[in-house]
């Protein structure tokens, strides 16, 4: 039998991958500077969050294509868009996939940033799209390179990517970019994706960042979020999309996208009828993450890894100035530290690390200072 086209061939495992496996095999206690789990990164959650999921309203099923009014009223109130916009998903991934579907026929295109999170090339296969990357650069900050940009466009580009702030990188986009972006978008009719399930998560912006798209009404756009990051609870499935532009494209988009959205109405009524208590626990939580995430990145850049400029997000990038791999290697194999090497978000050279700043503290101290010594 021969499989899907759409799902990527079995790779082999790479040499990272062996040896955390037999160091965990063997009993070993590695020191993981990736976690990115805030359910396994010692957060504290307040008692009581999980008692909305027990509403009797739930036995009653009310199928509705965009989620339940009061639960996407309730997004709309938080952050100040028309009710009519905000549609529910169980994720943002499925979020993506709807849109890829409103989009695009088999073979178009989507452009995303490069470096970034390696998710988006599974998801188009999925929905026979191809991606093509878009590089960003770095200069005391990371920018677009727009010449890059533009000269990947052609007739088959239905949308550019952009994760705002980014993952790894933690940078937002800044005004400027925004104004060049959507005049791009807009004389070429490609929409914008923009994933802001970061945003909340706030460390050194710069002056001229822009924290959201939602304001962008010249050109179509989608702007993802959800309840994984924003209150840290990634196993309830629940995320939110606001769709703006001009309204004719709005108001047809939203049409095609209500069909998509009620083949499938994923959205859990549970976790629906739950979401005030969740997003009521939000401060509670974001302030725990963000004062971890202040905490280890001062460690870090106390010590003697060169760590490029941070914005937001809950990684760092450090530059090592020499090839990552074998270093990446020779810091598990030799000092039981886990880190990410820079290839796992394609940057474009070799050179990169990614250290998560979520880590529990004392595992972060810890593996930092078992860095300091290796390096």
Request: with cysteine.
């Amino acid at each position: 039998m021969r499989f899907s086209r759409r799902l990527p061939q079995a790779g082999s495992e790479n040499t990272i991958t062996r040896i955390l496996q037999a160091k965990r095999a063997a009993g070993v206690k590695v020191l993981d500077l990736t976690e990115s789990n805030p359910t396994h990164a010692g957060i504290t959650y307040p008692a009581g969050l999980l008692a909305g999921l027990a509403d009797p309203r739930a036995l009653q099923y009310e199928p509705e294509s965009f989620g339940l009014p009061a639960a996407r009223q309730l997004v709309a109130d938080q952050y100040g868009v028309p009710f009519s916009r905000v549609l529910l998903s169980a994720s943002t991934s499925e979020a993506y996939s709807w849109i890829f579907k409103l989009l695009c026929d088999p073979g178009d295109e989507i452009l995303i940033p490069q470096p970034s999170y390696p998710l988006f090339e599974y998801l188009a296969a999925l929905e026979n799209v191809t991606v093509k990357p878009y590089p960003l650069f770095y200069d005391h900050g990371w920018f677009i390179d727009f010449h890059a940009l533009e000269q990947s466009l052609n007739s088959r580009t239905k949308a550019i990517v952009l994760v705002n702030p980014n993952n790894p990188t933690g940078h937002f986009l800044r005004q400027h970019e925004l104004l060049e972006l959507t005049e791009l978008c807009s004389r070429h009719g490609i929409a914008i994706l923009s994933d802001e399930v970061f945003a909340d998560y706030q460390l050194h912006p710069a002056p001229d960042s822009v924290p959201t798209l939602r304001c962008v009404a010249d050109v179509l756009t989608f702007c993802l979020n959800g309840l994984s990051k924003t209150v840290g609870l990634p196993q309830m499935k629940l995320a939110w999309m606001f769709v703006n532009g001009p309204q004719a494209l709005l108001d047809d988009a939203l049409s095609r996208l209500e069909v998509i959205a009620d083949t499938y109405l994923s959205a859990s009524t549970p976790v629906q009828l739950a979401l005030p208590g969740f997003l009521a626990a939000r401060g509670f939580i974001q302030d725990q993450i963000l004062s971890r995430l202040h905490q280890n990145l001062a460690l870090l850049r106390q010590g003697r890894l060169r760590i490029l400029s941070v914005e937001a997000g809950w990684y760092a990038v450090a530059a090592l100035g020499q090839p990552e791999e074998p270093w990446v290697e020779a810091l598990l194999e030799q000092y039981n530290v886990l880190v990410q090497p820079g290839f796992f978000y394609d940057f474009q050279s070799s050179g990169y690390a990614v250290i998560s700043l979520l880590t529990d503290p004392e595992n972060f101290r810890e593996g930092l200072a078992r860095i300091n010594n290796f390096h």
